[in-house]
């Protein structure tokens, strides 16, 4: 069975970078449509980012816009979260997914990683 293992969380003040990494543990994986999701304490999973398998298309939230940029790396299976200009409203646990088609919805996804926490201080 294919998992995707995150890595890269951590603590950092505000105004500095991160990059996540999720790596699919198959030899051969994909075509997938890849997202980055995030969960505070107290509030629903959230789309933070998507790509399309080939990176034609790609989705943000509102409040990521300009500071987060999502790739994906197929050689090495691994898609990345480069997450700049970070803010304490960016702490969450962070959660990489694979579905058949690029959405915004959780329900857009079938497989998911473990999480990895991100905290921003001020």
């Known amino acids: 069975q294919v998992m995707l293992v995150e890595s890269g969380g951590g603590y950092v003040q505000a105004g500095g970078s991160l990059r996540l990494s999720c790596a699919a543990s198959?030899?051969?994986?994909?075509?997938?449509?890849m997202g980055w999701f995030r969960q505070a304490p107290g509030k629903e999973r959230e789309m933070v980012a998507a790509?399309?398998?080939?990176?034609?298309?790609?989705y943000y939230t509102a409040s990521v816009k300009g500071r987060f940029t999502i790739s994906i790396e197929r050689a090495k299976n691994t898609v990345y979260l480069q997450m700049n200009s970070l803010k304490p409203e960016d702490t969450a646990v962070y959660y990489c997914?694979?579905?058949?088609?690029?959405?915004?919805?959780?329900?857009?996804?079938?497989?998911w990683g473990q999480g990895t926490q991100v905290t921003v201080s001020f």
């Open positions: 997914a694979a579905g058949a088609v690029i959405g915004t919805t959780i329900e857009a996804y079938h497989l």
């Open positions: 790509s399309s398998w080939l990176g034609r298309t790609t």
């Open positions: 198959a030899r051969t994986f994909g075509p997938y449509a």
